[in-house]
């Protein structure tokens, strides 16, 4: 339990959300410094590493918004956490069956992570690629901003309300090493922003992605000055509900949240109902949110896969299914992970896989 200690740094007491960046970001302790997270060899496994069939998807669709928007000469493109790299590897690959599109792409991955952008680089070398930590290097005209299980790992803040008074959620540093939860008061600012949105009226405790939002609010902005949408896939909820959803795994088996800190990772689920209101809030129109099922069915997955499964001996085919139940279960990543569409006011109504 010592090794709590350095996660608070000089502090007694930090808001969650600090906290778990300090063990998840910390350029030398932190979770995402010190090891690569995806794969089997890892702690868990996300869609684009379960089946390539995931990632042709993304990037049909990538392809499909590109001609709604009128087949721009210039085109941006940016992956929001691009984890190992293989979802925009795939990407990449099925462009150059698209030369038009393929010429007029330009990629950019948002990644902050070292070992992780050394591992991207590494996988996706001899593309031409911009590695940002910022927005503003992008450069001007349409835009498609794409996440898969990017918000998630973004750390959250915890509170509780009483009527309108909101008390937040601390974690400190006991004597022994051992941490406890504390409540303080809300900051006036805070108070007044979880206040604001109605998704959350009703609620006693509240899960608030600040700093999300935060990043959120500058992709918003730079759709807002271009033609342009961002798309989320990731694991979450729409009602909205009373529930502390922080979550620990490591080895692919769940952890107790203050076990093998910096060595697990730690992840909140998405209140797509809250993420919906804010992109509203900020002058975006929204599709209905809808499951990664119903995506997928509706961009065609299953048919891709019966073409594909012809070509294959019948041990690849059962592979090849079995992956895809993974990713269209309703027990398992089906309904558990949603899908949310964000875009400028003036687009096209008309985005392939929404209604």
């Known amino acids: 339990m010592r090794t709590n200690r350095k996660f608070f ?49 993304i990037a049909i669709w990538i392809i499909s918004t590109w001609e709604i928007f009128g087949k721009p000469k210039s085109f941006n493109i940016v992956e929001l956490g691009p984890g190992d790299g293989g979802l925009m590897r ?21 990644e902050k992570n070292k070992n992780l952008i050394k591992k991207q680089k590494n996988i996706l070398n001899g593309n031409k690629i911009k590695w940002i930590q910022n927005f503003k290097r992008i450069k001007k005209g349409p835009i498609i901003f794409f996440g898969n299980e990017f918000f998630d790992a973004i750390p959250i803040k915890q509170f509780k309300k009483v009527k309108k008074n909101v008390s937040e959620k601390y974690y400190s540093l006991k004597k022994d090493f051992s941490v406890q939860e504390v409540f303080r008061n809300a900051t006036p600012n805070d108070m007044k922003l979880v206040n604001s949105f109605k998704t959350l009226k009703k609620l006693k405790f509240i899960e ?15 759709v807002l000055s271009s033609n342009g949408c961002i798309l989320l896939v990731d694991y979450g909820y729409e009602n909205s509900r009373n529930q502390n959803t ?15 800190l910096g060595k697990a990772d730690i992840t909140s689920q998405v209140n797509f109902s ?8 900020n002058n975006l129109k929204v599709k209905k949110t809808i499951t990664q099922r119903e995506f997928l069915k509706s961009m065609g997955i299953m048919e891709r896969a019966s073409i594909i499964a012809k070509k294959m001996k019948f041990s690849e085919q059962s592979n090849l299914y079995f992956r895809l139940r993974r990713l269209l279960n309703p027990k398992s990543m089906g309904t558990l992970f949603k899908v949310i569409l964000a875009y400028k006011n003036d687009n096209s109504d008309k985005y392939y896989g929404f209604k």
């Open 9 to 57: 740094k000089r502090s007694k007491f930090l808001p969650i959300d600090k906290f778990f960046s300090n063990v998840l970001y910390d350029k030398k302790s932190g979770y995402y410094s010190s090891k690569i997270p995806f794969g089997r060899e890892g702690d868990y496994i996300t869609a684009p590493n379960i089946s390539t069939l995931y990632s042709e998807i």
């Open 90 to 110: 795939v990407i990449l690959e099925v462009s150059k069956k698209f030369p038009e599109f393929n010429k007029s792409k330009k990629i950019y991955l948002y």
């Open 208 to 222: 608030f992605p600040k700093l999300g939002f935060k990043i959120l609010k500058e992709i918003v902005s730079r």
């Open 246 to 260: 922080l979550q620990s795994v490591i080895k692919h088996k769940r952890n107790n949240l203050f076990d093998n």
């Open 274 to 281: 809250l993420l919906s209101e804010f992109f509203k809030k």
